[in-house]
């Protein structure tokens, strides 16, 4: 054995030796009842067309539309739909069911992304899809639109 490889050897050895000898952490104990955390949803990009065939075979999905009022007027909204803006939602999360599955959009979906995590952080752990009404509309799919509203200019 040549005489430039034994460092490297006893260095070696001397890091298994280390890392053997090291002490383990000591295992946590279960978090109790009252401190355990509520497992959270994941939010996913929403399927247009698997939210559509849903809506159509009557499942009870909670549509919620994260937009301004006066968006709703210009562009529609998926029927059924309940609108409370982004701004107001952190106030009005007890309007917003627990027990059901929740497609949540705005325009494009960037609202609504920020919803989904506003409401994963709050608790809601059935799944939470979330999206834009302008890819509802590509697809041809029909919107209805909200009464106009005094001062709307109509």
Known sequence: MTHHRLPLIALAACAVVAA?????????PAASASHAKTEVAEAAEMSVDSLKQRLDAGDDVFLLD?????????????????????????SRLAEVPKDKPLAIYCHAGGRAS?????????????????????????????????????????
Do not use: F
């Open 20 to 28: 053997c000898s090291s002490p383990q952490p000591e295992p946590q």
């Open 66 to 90: 994260v937009r301004r009022p006066e968006e709703l007027e210009e562009e529609g909204m998926i029927e059924g739909s309940v609108n409370i803006p982004i701004g107001d939602l952190e």
């Open 114 to 154: 920020r919803a989904a995590a506003l409401l994963r952080e709050n608790g809601y752990s059935e799944p939470i899809e979330y999206g834009g009404i302008s890819a509802w509309k590509e697809k041809g799919y029909a919107v209805a639109y909200p009464p106009k509203t005094e001062g709307s200019g109509e």
